[in-house]
């Protein structure tokens, strides 16, 4: 009789595919945010509908805040949003106001950023602020001065910008002289006391 062939091989486990990780939502409220940075914290009360207690941290991104123009948030704020476990521990990926509406953000700006927009938004015509040189509803103005805004000269021949300067020059020109001295005296009392240790010597 003929001995019975190797069986067939069984199917192996199928290779598991890498899943996206899971995200969930969450609710609660902004706990403090670095507008210089760009970065801070949400203390979440609420996870998946589930109420939380404590609260738990989770890190939240400017560029993950869905708002116009420049994105913070308020300490307080309330938010909704999505969220995953990343290296950070708990990180936003989506965050909005409440049912999905624009973060509010604060009222406060980075002090360059006020600084831009004020330069921005000076008018060279009336000098004023808020609006540009083309948008200003006054006609043209004459010519004047920026360092003392008056309109019989123009800045490079400024008295007032001249006497300035040359109050500057002339304190900067004392306080060198000032330090020269100085050096001068401590250099003076260095030598006397290296001809007193020769005479000390010699005795």
């Known amino acids: 009789p003929s001995l019975p062939g ?9 290779p598991r ?37 404590p609260n738990l941290d989770v890190f939240v991104h400017q560029s993950k805040l869905h708002m116009e123009g420049f994105r913070s948030l308020r300490e ?14 708990l990180e936003a990926i989506r965050v909005t106001g409440p049912d999905g509406a624009p973060c509010l953000g604060s009222k406060r700006r980075p002090k360059n950023a006020l ?13 004023g602020a808020g609006h540009h040189a083309k948008e200003c509803q006054l006609p043209p103005q004459p010519k004047k001065c920026h360092f003392c805004q008056s309109i019989s000269h123009m800045v490079a021949g400024c008295p007032a910008r001249a006497q300035q300067q ?24 260095g030598s006397g006391m290296d001809q007193e240790e020769e005479r000390l010597q010699k005795l």
């Open 166 to 189: 040359q109050q500057q020059l002339q304190l900067q020109q004392e306080v060198q002289q000032e330090v020269q001295q100085e050096v001068q005296q401590e250099v003076q009392g």
């Open 76 to 89: 307080g704020e309330a938010l909704d949003f999505t969220f995953k476990k990343s290296t950070k521990g």
């Open 6 to 14: 190797p069986r067939p091989a069984l199917p192996g486990p199928r």
């Open 115 to 127: 600084k831009r927009r004020s330069k921005a938004e000076k008018c060279y015509n009336c000098g």
């Open 17 to 53: 595919t890498p899943r996206a990780a899971a995200l969930s939502r969450g609710s609660g409220v902004c706990k403090w945010f670095n507008m210089r940075m760009g970065f801070g914290f949400i203390s979440m009360s609420s996870r998946d509908g589930t109420p939380l207690d």
